[in-house]
């Protein structure tokens, strides 16, 4: 939750987007409910952060479905390169681990008072998003 929260923290912005997503719209079936497992919100990028012009746009996705889903972006996104934080559990106890990785490297406080520096994975414009 700390990662996460700093993250958030540090990305979001107050000015909520919205967004279309197309295929998760499911035709229900009588005596089944619909819970949608795939969760995507967009943000106007926080203006405190000076690593990203104003203007730019943040994504963030939770998968909760057993296997892994690729999202292609659309429209006016399409052509942006995408920076990603992929956070993911780190060890072998999965869900259940302490610890926690950023796009494959874990994380760690360098010393009591000094965060790791967060990076992102720089993906190519038109590329699919692979969500864990």
């Given at each position: 939750?700390?990662?996460?929260?700093?993250?958030y923290k540090r990305l979001?912005?107050?000015?909520?987007?919205a967004i279309h997503v197309a295929g998760l719209q499911?035709?229900?079936?009588?005596?089944?409910?619909?819970?949608?497992?795939?969760?995507?919100?967009?943000?106007?990028?926080?203006?405190?952060?000076?690593?990203?012009?104003?203007?730019?746009?943040?994504?963030?996705?939770?998968?909760?479905?057993?296997?892994?889903?690729?999202?292609?972006?659309?429209?006016?996104?399409?052509?942006?390169?995408?920076?990603?934080?992929?956070?993911?559990?780190?060890?072998?106890?999965?869900?259940?681990?302490?610890?926690?990785?950023?796009?494959?490297?874990?994380?760690?406080?360098?010393?009591?008072?000094?965060?790791?520096?967060?990076?992102?994975?720089?993906?190519?414009?038109?590329?699919?998003?692979?969500?864990?």
């Amino acid at each position: 939750d700390y990662w996460l929260s700093l993250l958030y923290k540090r990305l979001i912005g107050p000015k909520v987007l919205a967004i279309h997503v197309a295929g998760l719209q499911r035709k229900p079936r009588p005596g089944r409910v619909i819970r949608d497992k795939l969760r995507i919100y967009a943000h106007c990028t926080s203006y405190h952060n000076h690593n990203y012009v104003r203007g730019s746009i943040t994504l963030y996705i939770i998968n909760l479905h057993r296997s892994r889903k690729k999202i292609k972006l659309a429209g006016t996104l399409r052509d942006k390169i995408v920076h990603q934080y992929l956070l993911q559990p780190y060890g072998k106890e999965g869900l259940h681990s302490k610890s926690v990785q950023l796009n494959g490297q874990p994380l760690a406080m360098v010393d009591d008072g000094t965060l790791p520096e967060l990076k992102p994975r720089p993906l190519r414009a038109g590329r699919t998003l692979v969500i864990p």
